[in-house]
Every structure is written in structure tokens, then in C-alpha cells.
């Protein structure tokens, strides 16, 4: 996928928000760029995010979830102006891809190279709740007769919300230096450095959204928003027909983080026939995640006085946390993460064969830990700033250090027995070992005794083939399929955070034990693609035996009494079927339509908590069983204008699908025009190129929908959808943008 998609979307947005134009891909967020992390969720054929490897220029981004533990979400690495395409592996996947976690699939972005006349780009945005999107780059050109070359950018994208207070900031440094060596091969570095400040939206529930609508968020940013908070921490203003209406808003949810990362590659030619390609790479990353929690006085909800006075400090008996007797606490996840690696690769082409190998190696080490802080009372002072420095004192509520390497090895050879005709065979090596400390464990409040440490998980994989073949006949036919093995190792996190089999309770990490082993996955693919001047079309068909499925299975609908386990939960069979055609009636109009029905079933019943839920045969969670997509786009001279709509069909909102989501339609437009070369207009203008005016409007339709689904966990059973869990997409949102070159 290329500039050409790309280009149409609000600068600044996430290129797999342009991906989700294609079929069987959903990305989903609660901002209409797709840049807020904690919202960020894609799927493609059924794999969710944290089962798709993602790499930039080969280099490993790690799983990319929310408070990635091995890597960074990919808006952090790179600006999206930077982006030269993406190159995707849907289903099957690539074996020589730095992931341990492609069970489905691949993605790779790949950077732009510096342009070899010295320049620059700049551009502007402009849009709806105050964004606006600022991006300069620098071309330096060739440098002398070997050719270096390189390019500097710098990005800021800052936002206000769309509901509640306070904003969403983001800002990008990224460098790229190309020293040519001879006529091809060349060695390149690549920088990024980012600094990520968000405030979150309140997580909803589906209840709420029935009852209450879509107002209710955080009260950051909002007038005498820290008063309020305290009063619903006490008991008093709280909404009527909210399920647990203490939960409904808190003072805040922030993110913060800063990222270093990197990496030298070098991709020599040896000879005619052999090309050696070498990485070394490194990443620091340190994060901060903040939630005022209003539940430190454990059960006991109610204070005499709701002004807020330290006299109420005495009234806090069951104090969770043990600061100053406040009902509200600053509770503040801190991970760091510090990884470094190398990949080297080996291509030999030799007669009709090309041979490629190639080894991976990790060293991570993830640190993972949470405080509580102490907030004031209202009358004594206002909560400090949660980008700021942290204050003196706090407690650690509980910790753990996970370190983790990894090895890989690949062997592929792709056979060309005639012109238009490839064979494929290679396999994948894995060796994944991770070891767990527990850093602290404070019992009044994790409620458990310890939390797992001491303790290691190792996946072992000495052999996943992957075999295809693609057949090109008839000029303008193509079939092709694809078989491979992958699997997934241990996931990591932070205590009661994630699926992650270490993440939870030294008990519950011991009651699991003998049952767990590494998610594995047997993808099979068949498709057929036509291509001529009026018709392009494909059908794309697959199925997926999940084994070992891992998942979070959270007891306890609220955050005051919310509990997880990771269990082992068998086999998930999953059968999906894609269709697309695009018209090209006559020059410049494109028409797409494209349909996906995914079949995704839990292979038997679950247990939890010593019950067991009939689980089986129903339709795994979040995933639609069918979407439909349209687009039109239409190129007149310089201008071009779209349309999109994008049908999603009910999602299973707990393991027994006993609430759905509701479908929902989202339709967004835009058009371009480029002036081109300013110097036709005025001679003094003449430095100036591929002047580009551009207007989007998002969810044109102002639809009210569920957007993020299962960001804090699904429950086993949830008739009425209490469980809080979704976040709410963006209403409405206009954007304007103007950018040149130079």
C-alpha cells in the first residue's frame, strides 16, 4: 500500500487506517487520526494487533498494544509523511519476519529514503476541537560524488478532545542518512525520537451508552472538574441510571512517554548473486500512565464532608493505599523498556531459485511498576500536573522485571520453474525465554499474597513451514495459496494488565501452570485475482486452527472489584471468506465494493473461577461476522475528491456472545486540489512545489458507535453490557490541510 492511499488520508494519520480500506481489516479508534495508543486496534482476517508482526524497515516494533512491553506502537516510530508504503502479509504470514507474534500475518513499514536534490516539504493542518498537525522536513540532497545523502523532520500533532477537557499532544523527530557503495549497496541509519502526551477518554459500557449517552468523560479540563471528581469519589452528584455510578468519571487517565530508537543497516551486494543485509538496533522507551482512582478508601464510599477536608482523612479506615486518608489516589503505572538486537540475512539467486536465510536476536528487558500517590483534599490544593514531575513520596503498590531473549532462524527458497509460476518453501526456527522477578507486592491492595516471580516460560518452536505458490496465466489471471505454521510467545505485562500468562497472581500463575503452552496457529489460504483496464477483482478465502489460545478473562465489572485470569482456553477454529471488485468505468473514476464474512468459533466451553460457560461454537469476541466496504474516487486534472463508507456488522461483547454490539455504518469524504508549480501563478513563488490544498470530513453522518472494544478485558457473561469496556468513536470532525514542496 502506497503513497497513492495514503496521501488521501488527514495528515498525520495512521497508515493502517488506510490499510482498513481493504477487505477483512478493521482498525478501529477512538480519534479520527487513529493516533490515540490506548485506542489504537486493528485486525486483519481475524488476527487481532497482537498477532500481527510489525516491522519498519525490517526492525522489530514488538507486539503493538497499548504499553507495548517489546517494542513501540508504530505512530511512535516514524511520521506518517515519512511512510513510503507498507508491505503486507496477510494470514499466512512471512517466516522472515522479526516478530514473535505473527500468528497472522506481517506488516512492514517502510521508510522513505532522503531525495537526491536538496529540499524540503512543509505542511499544515487544521481541524475540529482545536487539532492541528504541523510537519517540516529537510532533504539535504547529494553531498558529494558517492552520493550521501539524508533528511531531518520534525512533527507536532496536538488536539483538543471531542468530549471533556484537556488534549492529546504528540511530537516526532525523525533522521535517515544513505551512504551508497558502489551501484547497489549502500549503508543507512535511521533516528526517531518521540514524546507522546495524551489524556484517554473514559472507558464506557454499552449500558451507559443506553442510559446516559455519549457525554460522560473524565473531568480534566473541565471547570472545577477536581471538585467534581471528588464528589463523585464521595458519593454526591452522581449520575442516575449509571451501572456503579462512582465508576462512571474520573479526574483524569493521561499517557506519557518517550522513545529512542534506531538502527544501522547495512545491504551489501558480495556478488551478482549474493546480497548480505545486516541491522543492529536499539530502543529505550520510558512511560507513564496515570488514573485518579477513586475507590482508596476500599468499601467504605461515603465521607461526611464532600467539600473535601483532611478532617475526612480519619473517616478512611480501609485505606487501600495508606497515603492521606483521601477517598482519591494517583494511581501511576511507570514501564520502562530497554532493548537491543541484530538481524543478518543472506539472499542467493542461482538459476531459477532464490535462497534466502537469516537469524534474529533480542535481549529485552521490561520493567513494569506501579505507585499510588497521595492527592490533596479540594480546599488543601489542585492536583498537580501528570506530565510534570512526580511528586515526593507515593507507594509502590506492586512491580515485577521481566527479561527475555529471543532467537529466530529462517530458511526460504522461492523456485520460478517457468516465467509465471512461483513456488515457495521455507520454515522458521523460534526460541523465546522469558524470566520473571516480583519487584513489590503491597497486599492491602493487589488483595493477593504475591504476584508470579520467580519464575520463567520458555517457546520453543524448532520448525513452522510455510508453503505457497502463486500462478500468473491467461495475461491477466492469478491464483495463488499459502500454508503455514506460527506461533505466539508468552505476551508480557504489567500485573492484572494484559493477557499475559506472568500478569497475574503467584496462585493463579501456579493453578495455570500445567496447562499453559505457547498459542499456535495452522493458517490455510487459496485466492484468485483478475486484472484489466475496467475490472480489478479478487476472492480471498481461509481458515485459521487456533491452538492454545490464550485470553484474559476478568470477573467484576468495575474497577473496585476487577479481577483477571490467563487461562489456556483450547482451540479457536476460524473460516473467513473476502470478495472485492473495483470499476474503472472511465479515466480517473474508480468504484470499489468489497464484502468479508468471518466465521470465528471457540473450539469448547470455558472455566472460570470454577465455573464453566458454554463457550463453544460461539463467535469469538469483538471480531464482526460481516463488513462491507465502498469506495468511490474520482481524479479530474489536479483535483480528486472520495467517498468511503464502511458497513460493521454486531461484535460479541463477552465470551458467550450473550450482549451484542450494535452494527453501524461510517462515512467520510475529502477532496484535493494541486496548484503544482507556484512559479506558473507568480515568478517570485518559483521555489515552491506541489502546492496541495486538501478538505476531510470524518463520520460525515455524525454516527454514535462503539469503537475500541476490550481494552480493559471481556467478562464471561454480560447480558445487559455493564462491563466498561469500549470506547466511543469520534463524532463528526472537519480538517483542512495545505502543504508545499521545496
Not at 332 to 340: A, E, F, M, V
Not at 460 to 489: G, Q, R, V, Y
Not at 623 to 637: D, E, G, H, Q
Request: one cysteine or more; proline letters at 4%.
Amino acid at each position: 500500500m502506497g503513497q497513492q492511499v495514503l496521501r488521501t488520508m488527514v495528515p498525520g494519520t495512521n497508515p493502517l487506517k488506510a490499510l482498513a480500506q481493504t477487505p477483512g481489516v478493521v482498525f478501529q479508534s477512538d480519534d479520527p487520526q487513529g493516533v490515540d495508543t490506548y485506542s489504537v486496534n486493528l485486525y486483519m482476517h481475524g488476527f487481532a494487533q497482537n498477532e500481527i508482526g510489525m516491522t519498519m524497515d525490517g526492525i522489530p516494533l514488538g507486539e503493538p498494544v497499548y504499553r507495548a512491553y517489546n517494542g513501540l506502537n508504530p505512530v511512535q516510530a516514524i511520521s506518517s509523511e515519512n511512510v513510503e508504503r507498507l508491505d503486507v502479509t496477510q494470514s499466512a504470514g512471512a517466516e522472515g519476519a522479526a516478530s514473535t507474534n505473527n500468528l497472522g500475518g506481517s506488516i512492514n513499514y517502510v521508510s522513505s529514503d532522503p531525495k537526491d536534490r536538496m529540499g524540503g516539504q512543509a505542511a499544515q493542518t487544521f481541524g475540529s476541537n482545536k487539532m492541528y498537525h504541523t510537519f517540516f522536513r529537510f532533504d539535504s540532497g547529494a553531498l558529494n560524488k558517492t552520493g550521501t545523502k539524508f533528511y531531518a523532520s520534525y512533527m507536532r500533532n496536538e488536539t483538543g478532545k471531542w468530549k471533556g477537557g484537556s488534549d492529546q499532544f504528540m511530537q516526532q523527530v525523525n533522521a535517515k542518512i544513505v551512504q551508497p557503495i558502489g551501484q547497489d549497496s549502500k549503508i543507512t541509519a535511521f533516528f526517531d525520537w518521540d514524546n507522546l502526551q495524551q489524556t484517554n477518554y473514559q472507558d464506557y459500557s454499552p449500558y451507559w451508552m443506553q442510559h446516559n449517552g455519549t457525554g460522560l468523560d473524565n473531568f480534566i479540563g473541565t471547570p472545577n472538574g477536581y471538585q467534581n471528581a471528588y464528589n463523585y469519589a464521595v458519593g454526591h452528584g452522581l449520575p442516575s441510571n449509571v451501572y456503579d455510578a462512582r465508576d462512571s468519571s474520573y479526574y483524569d487517565s493521561t499517557s506519557m512517554s518517550y522513545d529512542y530508537f534506531g538502527g544501522l543497516t547495512a545491504d551489501l551486494a558480495l556478488t551478482n548473486h549474493v546480497r548480505w543485509k545486516t541491522t543492529i538496533y536499539g530502543h529505550e522507551e520510558l512511560t507513564r500512565g496515570t488514573y485518579t482512582n477513586p475507590y482508596g478508601c476500599g468499601s467504605n464510599y461515603y465521607i461526611a464532608d464532600p467539600t473535601g477536608t483532611s478532617a475526612d482523612a480519619a473517616y478512611c479506615s480501609n485505606n487501600r493505599v495508606g497515603l492521606n486518608g483521601n477517598p482519591m489516589f494517583e494511581q501511576t503505572k511507570r514501564p520502562t523498556d530497554h532493548r537491543y538486537g541484530i538481524l543478518s540475512s543472506v539472499t542467493y539467486n542461482v538459476a531459477h531459485h532464490q535462497i534466502t536465510g537469516g537469524v534474529w536476536y533480542e535481549n529485552n528487558k521490561y520493567v513494569s511498576d506501579e505507585y499510588g500517590y497521595a492527592v490533596p483534599f479540594p480546599k488543601e490544593g489542585q492536583m498537580w500536573d501528570q506530565y510534570g514531575n512526580l511528586p515526593s513520596g507515593g507507594r509502590e503498590l506492586w512491580g515485577q522485571t521481566y527479561n527475555t531473549n529471543t532467537f529466530t532462524a529462517f530458511v526460504a527458497d522461492t523456485y520460478h520453474p517457468v516465467h509465471n509460476l512461483a513456488l515457495h518453501f521455507g520454515f522458521k526456527s523460534m526460541l523465546n525465554t522469558t524470566r520473571v522477578g516480583e519487584d513489590a507486592n503491597y497486599e492491602p491492595f493487589t488483595g493477593v499474597s504475591a504476584i508470579t516471580g520467580g519464575e520463567s516460560l520458555t517457546t520453543a518452536e524448532a520448525f513452522m513451514p510455510h508453503i505457497s505458490a502463486d500462478w500468473t496465466f491467461l495475461h491477466n489471471h492469478e491464483l495463488f495459496f499459502d500454508i503455514s505454521k506460527n506461533a505466539h510467545a508468552y505476551s508480557q505485562s504489567g500485573y492484572n494488565l494484559t493477557a499475559s500468562p506472568m500478569a497475574v497472581s503467584q496462585a493463579a500463575f501456579n493453578d495455570a501452570k500445567s496447562s499453559l503452552r505457547p498459542e499456535t496457529a495452522w493458517t490455510y489460504a487459496v485466492g484468485y485475482r483478475y486484472h484489466d483496464r475496467l475490472v480489478q477483482g479478487s476472492i480471498y478465502a481461509y481458515r485459521t486452527n487456533f491452538s492454545n489460545r490464550m485470553q484474559q478473562i476478568v470477573t467484576g465489572g468495575t474497577v473496585s472489584s476487577l479481577l483477571s485470569e490467563v487461562r489456556n482456553v483450547g482451540g479457536v477454529t476460524m473460516n473467513g471468506v473476502d470478495a472485492g471488485v473495483t470499476l474503472t468505468p472511465v479515466r480517473g473514476l474508480a468504484i470499489t465494493n468489497s464484502i468479508s464474512y468471518n466465521h470465528s468459533t471457540y473450539d469448547s466451553d470455558m472455566t472460570a473461577s470454577g465455573i464453566t460457560y458454554g463457550t463453544h461454537g460461539k463467535q469469538v469476541v469483538d471480531y464482526p461476522r460481516l463488513m462491507y466496504k465502498a469506495r468511490a474516487a474520482y481524479n479530474w486534472r489536479n483535483a480528486e475528491f472520495y467517498v468511503d463508507a464502511q458497513y460493521m456488522g454486531q461484535r460479541s461483547y463477552s465470551y458467550t456472545g450473550d450482549y451484542q454490539l450494535p452494527s453501524y455504518w461510517l462515512t467520510n469524504v475529502g477532496a484535493r486540489y494541486v496548484l503544482g508549480e507556484m512559479g506558473h501563478y507568480n515568478k517570485h513563488l518559483s521555489f515552491m512545489h506541489n502546492v496541495t490544498f486538501a478538505f476531510n470530513i470524518y463520520n460525515i453522518t455524525d454516527t454514535k458507535y462503539a469503537s475500541t472494544v476490550g481494552q480493559n478485558g471481556f467478562l464471561m457473561s454480560d447480558p445487559k453490557g455493564q462491563n466498561q469496556s469500549i470506547l466511543l468513536g469520534a463524532p463528526r470532525q472537519f480538517f483542512g490541510s495545505v502543504k508545499a514542496d521545496f
